[in-house]
């Protein structure tokens, strides 16, 4: 039986397309009350005093809970340095203050929304305003004030890499190249808004049902803030509509958790439900990252990349979230999968008064590939080389060295990933080297280009972060296998893990899908699987569910009946960033993606057209088809909104586009009038069957190629985005 490699119906299809699946919002409990939440609404300020009387006197009212109210008020999944609830009353020092508009301050627990929401008006508070921090130049400047008072700067994060001798390898380059670049935040916008329930269950455990990332993880954050054991906790993820890693810190979580705890501590024990509104959602969770970039890169008259020079500044918002771990990858990636002997690298990331950044498709690989395949890009065109010849010289392969001064994990195939991606857009390869096909035709106004742009990223958790996944399988039966119950953390955040969960064990158990059962996100039920991110789900879930399986055929194979094992997969060590030079092993495995983009311009109203998007990837094995496709149409979609239309205004700390009615999102009227999907299926030694990850892979090349595409069609380079018909026509000269 083989199931690996097939286009089978994802498993929540029918649930999903007749309503029966059940999201956050949808539960209902007998009982159930309601909570909203008072955000801060200013950017920076301590709260001086804060008047619950009137909202806890209004009827139907049960309780307002403040930072006082708070056992341990701290959370953070890199460093716990954002208050649960801001204001007066901690024993932890500054969380009497506010940094950003989505701080949350006041919790209103009452027997209807609409009573809960009254209530949060009638909190007075007494706020003294600081000044705001509204820019990662304020942030630095001599005079800035400091957001969080007990670090010595707001610079919470610096690495650097030194790899080679860059300033004596500029002496040696007949072309250098320099660029400035900035790319910006991105909202992510999933389908379902945060939304979730809380209540105690039969073993008195505080439970958690919500939309998420990983389960286990969700479970400690709530655990510590309430300063109870973790397992006194359990965290159920039901059906989720969409991450993209918005959902890897906390929201709802921890405040539905505590206002639980704070009834059943008064008698009152009864389920509790919050459903944020769309306004809600787009102040109160993480951001994309803005970046600022510069790059200096030289090479020879050959076309041989001598030396990289690049600076980076993130603007990590109010808090830290995973700013940290974002920006290491961003310093891997912004000098992208070429060799280069000589690396100079220095990134940091800034604290302001703007939402936090934190994890988003991608995971700084966007920011980075984007100076890096611009700045190959300026270097083909200075060259006078056509930019895929450039690239294959330049590429990496199974011999190369990282700039980390780490080999490459086996199983380089950007060369091959590129080449044909640069076959399907029409490049031929002859003796001589490799030639771009015919410029597209330009029609009056209306001008056509094309680009291309190589990217690659990383597979699993990076720098020596602890990684496993852990997978349990029952067997039932008397003299064959009659039913499999497989037990598994990893959330399905809509990418179709769940179905590759089934064809896993279906494949390794040699059994029919039908006789699998899944017991998914539920912490009681599964051992912890890490986090759906870092396009690692497939990867580990697959080898822990392989491992599992051995074992339980083992056990068969033994006469045991029942079979319960448990099976912990542990991937190769990576290991931490030198402080100095930046020597490490990042990661244990990359997936290889190059993207050629054919486009059109109307020069007299900015407006562009993506005609055609040709996307190469190697995913090592397609467990199943056309999810990968899905995974590849969606994530270029998402893209072409971040380059094209996304335009998120943040000024003095406020938003200014905190509707859907001025945040832009592609329609069917914006995507790819064509996407081409070409898979490549070059097996990972380590993955599942040759499996590598793939979700967010196909995000990183596309700013890039767009631009390259814009520089074919009008000459014109352009070094930021979103690329609205405004920055079009004013990089154009067409506006002032």
């Known amino acids: 039986m083989a199931y690996i490699g097939k286009s089978i119906t994802r498993v929540d299809v029918k649930a999903k397309a ?11 409990r007998p009982g159930q009350v309601f909570m909203k939440i008072l955000f801060a609404g200013r950017p920076h300020a301590v709260i001086k005093s804060i008047d619950t009387a009137d909202a806890e006197a209004t009827e139907g009212v049960l309780a307002v809970i403040t930072a006082k109210d708070v056992p341990v008020n701290e959370y953070g999944l890199i460093i716990a340095d954002q208050p649960v609830l801001c204001g007066p009353g901690s024993s932890k020092p500054y969380t009497d203050r506010v940094r950003f508009v989505g ?44 957001l969080h008072p007990d670090r010595e700067s707001n610079n919470f994060c610096h690495y650097q890499i030194r790899h080679g ?10 072309v250098i190249v320099e660029g400035e670049y900035k790319t910006p935040v991105q909202e992510h916008v999933y389908l379902q808004p945060e939304a979730g329930l809380a209540y105690l269950d039969d073993e008195e455990r505080i439970t958690v049902v919500v939309a998420g990332q990983w389960t286990h993880e969700d479970r400690e954050q709530i655990a510590h803030a309430l300063d109870i054991p973790e397992e006194k906790v359990r965290v ?30 008064k008698g009152i024990d009864r389920p509790v439900k919050i459903v944020w509104s769309r306004e809600e959602s787009i102040i109160g969770h993480h951001k994309r990252h803005a970046y600022r970039l510069k790059g200096k890169w030289g090479a020879n ?8 020079d690049v600076k980076m500044l993130a603007d990590g918002g109010a808090y830290i979230y995973t700013s940290t771990k974002v920006l290491a990858n961003a310093v891997l990636q912004c000098t ?13 990331a800034i604290y302001t008064n703007n939402i936090p950044g934190g994890a988003f498709r991608g995971f700084g690989g966007p920011q980075g590939a984007f100076e890096a395949e611009m700045q190959v890009a300026h270097l083909a065109e200075a060259l006078g080389m056509d930019p895929v010849e450039f690239r294959m010289r330049n590429l990496m392969d199974d011999d190369s060295i990282l700039s980390m001064n780490s080999k490459v994990p086996e199983g380089v195939t950007i060369k091959q990933v590129t080449a044909a991606c640069a076959e399907h857009a029409g490049w031929v390869y002859d003796e001589t080297g490799w030639h771009a096909p015919s410029p597209l035709e330009n029609d009056g106004v209306v001008k056509r280009g094309r680009g291309i742009a190589s990217s690659y990223k990383n597979v699993g958790f990076s720098y020596g972060a602890p990684e496993s996944c852990t997978a349990k399988i029952e067997l039932f ?14 959330a399905d955040v809509g990418q179709g893990a769940h179905s590759a969960f089934m064809q896993f064990a279906a494949e390794a158990l040699n059994v029919p899908l039908e006789k699998i059962d899944l017991v998914v996100s539920d912490t009681a039920l599964t051992g912890d699987s890490g986090s759906s991110s870092a396009s690692r789900m497939t990867f580990m879930a697959g080898n822990s569910i392989k491992g599992a399986a051995k074992l339980a055929l083992e056990k068969w194979s033994e006469n045991q009946r029942p079979v319960d094992v448990e099976y912990v997969y542990i991937p190769p060590a990576t290991t931490a960033m030198d402080r100095e030079t930046g020597e490490c092993i990042p990661n244990f495995s990359y997936t290889y993606v190059a993207e050629t983009v054919e486009l059109e311009v109307d ?16 995913v090592g094995k397609a467990v199943n088809p056309v999810q990968v496709v899905g995974q590849i149409e969606g994530a270029i979609v998402q893209a072409a909104g971040h380059v094209l239309l996304e335009n998120f205004i943040q000024q003095d700390g406020y938003v200014k586009t905190n509707l859907m009615s001025n945040y832009l999102i592609p329609t069917v009227l914006d995507i790819p009038v064509e996407v081409e999907s070409i898979v490549l299926e070059l097996p990972e030694p380590n993955g599942p069957y040759g499996a590598r990850g793939i979700g967010e892979m196909p995000f990183l090349p596309l700013a890039p190629a767009i631009m390259h595409a814009m520089h074919d069609a009008t000459g014109v380079w352009f070094h930021e985005f979103p690329l609205t018909p405004e920055r079009v026509l004013r990089g154009l000269g067409k506006l002032n």
């Open 603 to 618: 020069t007299e109203t900015g407006e562009i057209c993506l005609l055609k998007v040709y996307c190469a990837i190697d």
């Open 477 to 490: 039966g008397d003299t064959e296998i009659e039913r499999v119950v497989l037990h598994h953390a990893g």
């Open 18 to 28: 007749t309503g029966e699946s059940l999201y956050p919002g949808d539960f209902i």
């Open 236 to 265: 159920i993820y039901p059906a989720i509509g969409g991450a993209f890693g918005g959902r890897e810190d906390m929201s709802v979580q921890i405040v539905l958790a505590l206002a639980v705890m704070y009834l059943h501590e």
């Open 165 to 174: 001798d860059v300033d004596e390898a500029f002496k040696q380059c007949d």
């Open 301 to 308: 008259k050959n076309g041989d990349i001598l030396a990289a």
């Open 103 to 146: 701080d949350q301050v006041a919790l209103v627990i009452a027997e209807t929304e609409k009573i809960a929401d009254q209530a949060c008006k009638q909190i007075q508070i007494d706020f003294e305003d600081l000044p705001v921090v509204g820019s990662i130049e304020e942030a630095l400047s001599d005079d800035a004030v400091l």
């Open 336 to 348: 992208g999968p070429y060799n280069i002997p000589n690396v100079r690298v220095d990134a940091d």
